[in-house]
Antibody, heavy 119, light 107 residues
Framework: EVQLVESGGGLVQPGGSLRLSCEVS????????MSWVRQAPGKGLEWVAC????????YYVDSVKGRFTISRDNAKYSLYLQMNSLRAEDTAVYYC????????????WGQGTMVTVSS | DIQMTQSPSSLSASVGDRVTITCRAS??????LNWYQQKPGKAPKLLIY???SLQSGVPSRFSGSGSGTDFTLTISSLQPEDFATYYC?????????FGQGTKVGIK
């Protein structure tokens, strides 16, 4: 069974840092682009960042550039999101998402992990 | 960045109704358009990719059409389990962008 399991969310003060992890199973992780997508409470979906199969290319939404870093460890079947200088507007559920190899679409989603930025 | 605009933002329908949701891109995205369904408290689920291809396991009452800038998601006969929020998303360029969502409620 294909599974994406996020962890690392929680409550953090403005300006603080948090590292999200996503453990993957059930498919060959090194064959897929991966993304993080977030959803603020009661709001729509927002793509945050993506990373190429081998980690050689990374892209970010403008609002997180310079603050967030996406990375992966293909040997550990894991995806990460390092979040620094957190702001209240980063409060959201963060989903780990697989981009289908030939689909150009987000075909598998994790259950999400909640990040709350508040003093 | 490519802006995605869905309409309507919400609608009310009855079981058995035909439902149509539209999505417009701010520039040509060819057929790089996907549709997702999200139920409260759950992760989104891929329904349609490449504008009109049905994802494996998705009921055939869901269909997608369009190319360029204008796209449509149609539910041919609304079922109780279809009451949810639907999002379009373009995969033509980064940043990947989503529409604001269309909530399908019970009339």
């Amino acid at each position: 069974e294909v599974q994406l399991v996020e962890s690392g969310g929680g409550l953090v003060q403005p300006g603080g840092s948090l590292r999200l992890s996503c453990e993957v199973s059930g498919f060959t992780f090194r064959n897929n682009w991966m993304s993080w997508v977030r959803q603020a409470p009661g709001k729509g979906l927002e793509w945050v960042a993506c990373i190429k199969e081998d980690g050689s290319e990374k892209y970010y939404v403008d609002s997180v550039k310079g603050r967030f870093t996406i990375s992966r460890d293909n040997a550990k079947y894991s995806l990460y999101l390092q979040m620094n200088s957190l702001r209240a507007e980063d409060t959201a559920v963060y989903y780990c998402v697989r981009e289908g190899q030939w689909l150009d679409a987000f075909d598998i989603w994790g259950q999400g992990t909640m990040v709350t930025v508040s003093s | 960045d490519i802006q995605m605009t869905q309409s309507p933002s919400s609608l009310s329908a009855s079981v058995g109704d035909r439902v149509t949701i539209t999505c417009r891109a701010s520039q040509n995205i060819n057929r790089y358009l996907n549709w997702y369904q999200q139920k409260p408290g759950k992760a989104p689920k891929l329904l349609i990719y490449a504008a009109s291809s049905l994802q494996s396991g998705v009921p055939s009452r869901f269909s997608g059409s369009g190319s360029g800038t204008d796209f449509t998601l149609t539910i041919s006969s609304l079922q109780p389990e279809d009451f949810a929020t639907y999002y379009c998303q373009q995969s033509s360029t980064t940043p990947r962008t989503f529409g604001q969502g269309t909530k399908v409620g019970i009339k």
